[in-house]
């Protein structure tokens, strides 16, 4: 089949483009490395169905600098057919140093077209391009778009099959210096493009605000701060005049299948057990009671405004500028501040949090940070769970347990810096533009994120749940409680029970919190019990990426650092508390 | 003169003479527009010895103070 692929400099729309011409969602951000795999999709053109493919952002495409072999690989005569075509998505408000990759992409003899994206952003920065003359002078298609928009479109699906390589520019004699290429790309530029006095927009001064230190810093934490109040206002209140009411209107049928289905094990399965005879959404632990309630009711309304809150600082393009103002914390754990990107995603979910930490550069730096997000970011899912279950012992429980989060966050970035071996490279990162967030990528985005959550999270959740009523029926757990029982209840302080939820968190840590609740446990007892579930281990999901991203010599390690590490810090909550 | 962009005061602008490192790192540089005869503007320092925010053409960039000591101005 016929490929299209997509390349481009980092953050200059490619994702948007993908998303548009093949219909398929995908997460689209404004920073730099929000994607971090190749994405493939389809299209019909000229009734001929075609391959997309969104490749990695890249700057050039010299060999040697790991982020960008992704493309160079796609690229190579043993993958790129005669008849694939390249889109080289550009920024058109920095033409010039994205033009040094076309020049790369146009030596090589390559089929293209050029889309000059974010074309709306040129008019009020007073930037013009003459895009005629520039088509000229490149000697390939050049089409002015701007995919967030979709303006400009129809005429690039239009162009793509004029699609060619470059007479004037392929190169298969010898290669081009980097000195030569820019000399080339400066003379172009003086020739199609005039800058003029431009008006700074209100957003714009609030860039230099939001990065100056002694500005910059209570902006990101006003910001913050904000994030968990509207995360925190809008969750509640979905539970207490949405869910809560839905599940109340479902019970007096929960009830009748109670009754109709006796004291049979299916009854156990589907309901769950009676808590003075009436089901208790969260202790019942069947299929349709705790099996669908602490996932919709209790779970869902926090992930949902977390993603809500995310999307928006991700689309307004916070994220770089708040990686700039941690940068020096970070490096202090042999990280730099990209690394708040893993942290924030992790926070949502695990798993795209792991997936991030690509775009850190280094093997010791992603190390470091999927290590430190397994151990110390609890997920929304879980935090919710948390929160909805130390909130009634008060404020202070909250805080002992995070701040233990984040002790242990700083000890083990300390540690881990100067006991890894390997480097940690210098800042050099590109801060996108404020951008006006728009509400149709902003919706598309948290519905694939919550559709994820629903699809993925709650057939775990009931796998959860079987597996506890197998798991008590069958005597597995009371056996694995007393081999267990030295270290849960000497070491830690916790009935032996509370293995149960320990097993169960290998599966959805949610659900395992939810699980403390029929136990009884001292405030002391479930604040050490939730910080070891955050702690201990990460979900299985989780797990499957850490262990594709990091491999197995360094999963090991990982491993190992978590179980050594929650111990230690379980063994001293039980002596201080 | 010269000197490097760590000595630049903030919301000032110089024209670059000299990036003191190897070809990699110049070609590094050069990926974000940073290059000889390029002006930039130094938009802020963030404190306790951490990164430099630097503006060239329409790009804002966040660089290491290492690397930003590279980075040679004329004044």
């Given at each position: 089949?016929?490929?299209?692929?997509?390349?481009?400099?980092?953050?200059?729309?490619?994702s948007?483009?993908?998303?548009?011409?093949?219909?398929?969602?995908?997460?689209?951000?404004?920073?730099?490395?929000t994607?971090?795999?190749?994405?493939?999709?389809?299209m019909?053109?000229?009734?001929?169905?075609?391959?997309?493919?969104d490749?990695?952002?890249?700057?050039?495409?010299?060999?040697?600098?790991?982020?960008?072999?992704?493309?160079?690989?796609?690229?190579?005569?043993?993958?790129?057919?005669?008849?694939?075509?390249?889109?080289?998505?550009?920024?058109?408000t920095?033409?010039?140093?994205n033009?040094?990759?076309?020049?790369?992409?146009?030596?090589?003899?390559?089929?293209?077209?050029?889309?000059?994206?974010?074309?709306?952003?040129?008019?009020?920065?007073?930037?013009?391009?003459?895009?005629?003359?520039?088509?000229?002078?490149?000697?390939?298609?050049?089409?002015?778009?701007?995919?967030?928009?979709?303006?400009?479109?129809?005429?690039?699906?239009?162009?793509?099959?004029?699609?060619?390589?470059?007479?004037d520019?392929?190169?298969?004699?010898?290669?081009?210096?980097?000195?030569?290429?820019?000399?080339?790309?400066?003379?172009?530029?003086?020739?199609?493009?005039?800058?003029?006095?431009?008006?700074?927009?209100?957003?714009?001064?609030?860039?230099?605000?939001?990065?100056?230190p002694?500005?910059?810093?209570?902006?990101?934490?006003?910001?913050?701060?904000?994030?968990?109040?509207?995360?925190?206002?809008?969750?509640?209140n979905?539970?207490?005049?949405?869910?809560?009411?839905?599940?109340?209107?479902?019970?007096?049928l929960?009830?009748?299948?109670?009754?109709?289905?006796?004291?049979?094990?299916?009854?156990?399965?589907i309901?769950?057990?009676?808590?003075?005879?009436?089901?208790?959404?969260?202790?019942?632990?069947g299929?349709?009671t705790?099996?669908?309630?602490?996932?919709?009711?209790?779970?869902?309304?926090?992930?949902?405004?977390f993603?809500?809150?995310?999307?928006?600082?991700?689309?307004?393009?916070?994220?770089?500028?708040?990686?700039?103002?941690?940068?020096?914390?970070?490096?202090?754990?042999?990280?730099h501040?990209?690394?708040?990107?893993?942290?924030?995603?992790?926070?949502g979910?695990?798993?795209?949090?792991?997936?991030?930490?690509?775009?850190?550069?280094?093997?010791?730096?992603?190390f470091?940070?999927?290590?430190?997000?397994?151990?110390?970011?609890?997920?929304?899912?879980?935090?919710?769970?948390?929160?909805?279950?130390?909130?009634?012992?008060?404020?202070?429980?909250?805080i002992?347990?995070?701040?233990?989060?984040?002790?242990?966050?700083?000890?083990?970035?300390?540690?881990?810096?100067?006991?890894?071996?390997?480097?940690?490279?210098?800042?050099?990162?590109?801060?996108?533009?404020?951008?006006?967030?728009?509400?149709?990528?902003?919706?598309?985005?948290?519905?694939?994120?919550?559709?994820?959550?629903?699809?993925?999270?709650?057939?775990?959740?009931?796998?959860?749940?079987?597996?506890?009523?197998i798991?008590?029926?069958?005597?597995?757990?009371?056996?694995?409680?007393?081999?267990?029982?030295?270290?849960?209840?000497?070491?830690?302080?916790?009935?032996?029970?509370?293995?149960?939820?320990?097993?169960?968190?290998?599966?959805?840590?949610?659900?395992?919190?939810?699980?403390?609740?029929?136990?009884?446990?001292t405030?002391?007892?479930?604040?050490?019990?939730?910080?070891?579930?955050?702690?201990?281990?990460p979900c299985?999901?989780?797990?499957?990426?850490?262990?594709?991203?990091?491999?197995?010599?360094?999963?090991?390690?990982?491993?190992?650092?978590?179980?050594?590490?929650?111990?230690?810090?379980?063994?001293?909550?039980?002596m201080?508390? | 003169?010269?000197?490097?962009?760590?000595?630049?005061?903030?919301?000032?602008s110089?024209?670059?003479?000299?990036?003191?490192?190897?070809?990699?790192f110049?070609?590094?540089?050069?990926?974000?527009?940073?290059?000889?005869?390029?002006?930039?503007?130094?938009?802020?320092?963030?404190?306790?010895?951490?990164?430099?925010?630097?503006?060239?053409?329409?790009?804002?960039?966040?660089?290491?103070?290492?690397?930003?000591?590279?980075?040679?101005?004329?004044?």
């Open positions: 089949m016929k490929k299209i692929l997509l390349i481009g400099n980092p953050n200059v729309g490619k948007t483009f993908f998303s548009r011409l093949t219909g398929v969602d995908v997460v689209i951000s404004n920073y730099p490395g994607t971090v795999e190749l994405k493939k999709g389809k019909i053109l000229d009734s001929q169905t075609v391959e997309i493919i490749v990695p952002g890249n700057y050039s495409l010299d060999a040697g600098c790991k982020a960008e072999e992704v493309a160079v690989d796609i690229i190579s005569k043993k993958v790129f057919n005669d008849d694939d075509i390249i889109i080289n998505v550009i920024d058109s920095n033409l010039e140093r033009l040094f990759l076309t020049f790369q992409l146009l030596e090589k003899g390559l089929p293209m077209i050029i889309a000059l994206n974010f074309w709306n952003e040129t008019r009020h920065k007073g930037i013009k391009i003459d895009v005629d003359r520039l088509e000229k002078l490149l000697d390939i298609p050049v089409v002015p778009t701007t995919a967030l928009t979709g303006e400009g479109f129809k005429e690039l699906v239009y162009r793509i099959k004029e699609a060619k390589a470059s007479k520019y392929s190169a298969d004699k010898k290669p081009i210096s980097n000195d030569k290429r820019w000399s080339q790309i400066g003379a172009i530029i003086k020739n199609v493009q005039k800058l003029h006095s431009k008006k700074h927009r209100w957003y714009e001064r609030l860039e230099d605000i939001s990065i100056k002694r500005t910059g810093i209570p902006f990101a934490a006003a910001v913050l701060l904000l994030c968990f109040f509207a995360i925190r206002l809008i969750g509640e979905l539970i207490r005049y949405v869910f809560d009411p839905l599940f109340n209107l479902a019970l007096p929960l009830n009748s299948i109670s009754s109709f289905s006796g004291n049979s094990f299916l009854h156990s399965i309901i769950g057990n009676l808590v003075d005879g009436k089901i208790d959404f969260i202790q019942s632990m299929f349709i705790t099996g669908l309630y602490v996932p919709i009711a209790m779970v869902l309304p926090y992930v949902f405004a993603y809500l809150v995310l999307g928006f600082l991700e689309d307004v393009g916070f994220l770089p500028r708040l990686a700039t103002l941690v940068d020096t914390i970070m490096h202090r754990f042999g990280l501040g990209l690394a708040v990107i893993p942290m924030l995603l992790g926070l979910c695990n798993v795209p949090g792991a997936m991030s930490t690509r775009v850190l550069e280094t093997k010791k730096q992603r470091i940070a999927a290590t430190i997000m397994a151990i110390c970011v609890p997920c929304m899912a879980q935090m919710a769970m948390i929160y909805g279950l130390l909130a009634k012992y008060g404020v202070s429980a909250l002992i347990l995070f701040l233990t989060l984040l002790i242990i966050a700083i000890i083990l970035g300390l540690a881990m810096h100067r006991l890894i071996k390997g480097v940690t490279p210098e800042t050099f990162m590109e801060i996108p533009p404020y951008r006006m967030p728009m509400f149709k990528s902003l919706t598309k985005k948290l519905w694939m994120r919550t559709k994820y959550f629903i699809t993925d999270a709650i057939p775990y959740m009931l796998l959860g749940v079987f597996i506890v009523n798991l008590y029926f069958t005597g597995i757990i009371e056996f694995i409680g007393n081999i267990a029982a030295p270290v849960v209840v000497k070491l830690l302080g916790l009935p032996k029970e509370a293995v149960a939820s320990l097993i169960i968190g290998f599966l959805r840590k949610d659900i395992a919190v939810g699980m403390l609740i029929p136990l009884g446990l405030m002391k007892q479930m604040i050490i019990a939730c910080t070891i579930l955050v702690m201990y281990f299985i999901a989780t797990f499957a990426v850490m262990l594709k991203e990091l491999g197995i010599k360094d999963m090991i390690k990982s491993t190992a650092i978590m179980v050594v590490v929650t111990l230690i810090t379980g063994w001293i909550l039980n201080i508390l | 003169m010269s000197k490097s962009i760590l000595e630049m005061e903030p919301e000032s110089a024209k670059i003479i000299e990036l003191d490192g190897s070809e990699e110049k070609r590094k540089l050069a990926t974000l527009n940073i290059r000889i005869g390029k002006t930039i503007k130094k938009i802020a320092m963030q404190p306790f010895r951490g990164p430099i925010i630097i503006e060239v053409d329409a790009t804002k960039v966040t660089i290491g103070r290492g690397i930003a000591s590279k980075i040679i101005v004329e004044y």
